[in-house]
């Protein structure tokens, strides 16, 4: 079992979909792995493998009062986390009461500041009554997915336009670093890969090969590598004429939350992360998010394609103008 403890001040916390502003917090995140022997036969040293884990959210905070959240009367209750379990706003419960969880560690927080989400099973959040122009809240909550090391790709209040609006704006992305580029591929069987920076492969990790020019036979694509450097790597191809650029990964796919705490009509809303492999596109989308009309939150996870180097969001409303207070964080998965 490992703990880290972070103690701060005007930090932000989205809890499904509510956003609680801290004025002085203390987070203490816990992480506890289960293992089990797997040390060949005749060597040196001792070998685990993974067989799973659980990570939890501790957080004792105070709150803003001038920012308290929509659906607390009194000040003193668990609604605002109950509620995001309850599929009628009553007492039915949804058949999987998962909620996602996105810390924002700073009060002036922009697109590209870190951020840390997760996906939450059923913890409690208890607001206590303000006293001395503040509010108190304690919360527990355990992760059912990794604690996620991510990027802010927007967090805004604007009245967005009926269609599709993009942020950033459309020809530029939020770098969540990745991606490294490709300086060459020699003329070698296996060819011999350089980046232009380190590139953070491991030895038998699938890489994705894309936008690499001039090589024969052609390299883009999926292979297992082999690391020789911190800038080096081999992959399995026969190269007669070696080529040029490109960037290569390892990403497994994308992590992605967000969390609207603020909706000002009734526009059905469409939400999906869109990934490229350069800042100005083209881009597509990663993770596409189910309509929704009202205040809304979601997590999910995408291993179709690997994750790519630059992320923007795109948000198409049926009508508008129509002020939305959002909140978008991912990252791409990086393999163990």
């Known amino acids: 079992?490992?703990?880290?403890?972070?103690?701060?001040?005007?930090?932000?916390?989205?809890?499904?979909?509510?956003?609680?502003?801290?004025?002085?917090?203390?987070?203490?995140?816990?992480?506890?792995?289960?293992?089990?022997?797997?040390?060949?036969?005749?060597?040196?040293?001792?070998?685990?493998?993974?067989?799973?884990?659980?990570?939890?959210?501790?957080?004792?905070?105070?709150?803003?009062?001038?920012?308290?959240?929509?659906?607390?009367?009194?000040?003193?209750?668990?609604?605002?986390?109950?509620?995001?379990?309850?599929?009628?706003?009553?007492?039915?419960?949804?058949?999987?009461?998962?909620?996602?969880?996105?810390?924002?560690?700073?009060?002036?927080?922009?697109?590209?500041?870190?951020?840390?989400?997760?996906?939450?099973?059923?913890?409690?959040?208890?607001?206590?009554?303000?006293?001395?122009?503040?509010?108190?809240?304690?919360?527990?909550?355990?992760?059912?997915?990794?604690?996620?090391?991510?990027?802010?790709?927007?967090?805004?209040?604007?009245?967005?336009?009926?269609?599709?609006?993009?942020?950033?704006?459309?020809?530029?992305?939020?770098?969540?670093?990745?991606?490294?580029?490709?300086?060459?591929?020699?003329?070698?069987?296996?060819?011999?890969?350089?980046?232009?920076?380190?590139h953070g492969i491991k030895t038998g990790q699938t890489v994705t090969i894309e936008g690499h020019s001039g090589s024969t036979p052609p390299i883009n694509g999926t292979h297992i590598a082999t690391r020789t450097g911190a800038s080096t790597l081999t992959i399995p191809v026969n190269v007669t004429v070696g080529g040029t650029g490109g960037t290569i990964t390892n990403s497994l796919g994308t992590a992605i939350a967000y969390c609207v705490y603020k909706k000002t009509g009734s526009a059905d809303v469409i939400l999906d992360l869109e990934d490229s492999v350069a800042t100005g596109g083209p881009y597509a989308t990663s993770s596409l998010f189910p309509l929704f009309a009202g205040i809304s939150a979601d997590y999910r996870e995408d291993t179709v394609d690997a994750g790519k180097r630059f992320h923007r969001i795109r948000i198409n409303l049926s009508s508008g103008p129509e002020t939305l207070g959002i909140v978008v964080v991912s990252t791409n998965i990086r393999p163990a």
Not at 42 to 65: C, H, P, R, Y
Not at 127 to 156: D, K, V
């Open 1 to 198: 079992m490992a703990a880290t403890r972070i103690v701060g001040k005007n930090a932000r916390m989205y809890v499904g979909d509510v956003a609680l502003y801290l004025r002085m917090f203390e987070m203490e995140n816990t992480m506890e792995l289960n293992t089990e022997e797997a040390t060949a036969f005749g060597v040196d040293w001792q070998e685990f493998a993974l067989i799973d884990g659980t990570v939890s959210m501790g957080v004792n905070a105070f709150m803003d009062e001038t920012r308290p959240p929509d659906d607390t009367s009194d000040l003193v209750t668990d609604a605002a986390y109950v509620n995001t379990f309850q599929a009628d706003g009553g007492s039915v419960f949804k058949s999987d009461p998962e909620v996602p969880i996105i810390f924002v560690p700073g009060n002036t927080a922009a697109a590209g500041d870190k951020a840390f989400f997760m996906d939450s099973i059923l913890g409690s959040v208890a607001i206590a009554a303000p006293r001395g122009g503040l509010q108190r809240l304690r919360g527990r909550f355990e992760g059912s997915q990794s604690l996620r090391a991510g990027f802010i790709i927007a967090q805004t209040e604007f009245a967005f336009s009926s269609g599709d609006n993009f942020l950033p704006v459309p020809t530029t992305g939020i770098d969540v670093g990745i991606n490294a580029a490709i300086t060459s591929s020699s003329v070698a069987n296996p060819t011999v890969i350089t980046t232009t920076t380190p």
